[in-house]
């Protein structure tokens, strides 16, 4: 089957796959590159932006990754059920001026049978933070380091 796996329905095993490829995705910083894990019709609500489509995907991730400098997420599974996963996460990066933030937040996704996601529902709150409170300071773009601590290890 084309797509991506893992696909729906999803277990607790495949769930934390799909969590974590998610995660590694958008830690390349890449626009196109993860717009390829959604559907070409994705929908999604980020914050108070209704974005439609991977080309408003690769548009958006373009812009936010412009403003959100050295940009490190880490995410986790809170549920899932059949083709729906429920993630929270927490992300840190800099403005242009270097004032260092983090953001927390939960999405929801819905995923078609080829393990594109259709629909994220994402709401965030950026907390100012100093730079000597960064937590995620893996020194490299890209995946968090396999023995990097979790959100549940930092108490997030």
């Excluded at 812009?63 to 959100?68: A, L, P, Q, S």
């Excluded at 819905?110 to 594109?116: A, M, P, Q, S």
């Amino acid at each position: 089957m084309a797509g991506k796996p893992p696909y729906p329905p999803f277990d607790a095993e495949s769930a934390v796959l799909k969590v974590r490829a998610g995660e590694d995705a958008w830690n390349t910083r890449d626009p196109e590159k993860v717009s390829l894990a959604y559907t070409e019709d994705s929908r999604w609500r980020n914050r108070s932006l209704f974005i439609n489509g991977r080309e408003e995907i690769v548009d958006f991730l373009t812009r936010k990754w412009e403003n959100e400098r050295e940009y490190r997420l880490i995410k986790e599974l809170w549920a899932f059920g059949g083709n729906r996963i429920a993630v929270r996460f927490a992300y840190e990066y800099h403005t242009a001026t270097g004032d260092w933030f983090r953001a927390y937040g939960n999405e929801n996704w819905e995923f078609g049978d080829d393990g594109l996601m259709s629909v994220r529902h994402a709401s965030i709150n950026d907390v100012p933070i100093t730079a000597s409170e960064r937590a995620f300071d893996w020194d490299r773009s890209g995946p968090r380091p396999p023995d990097y601590p979790s959100l549940s290890d930092f108490g997030f």
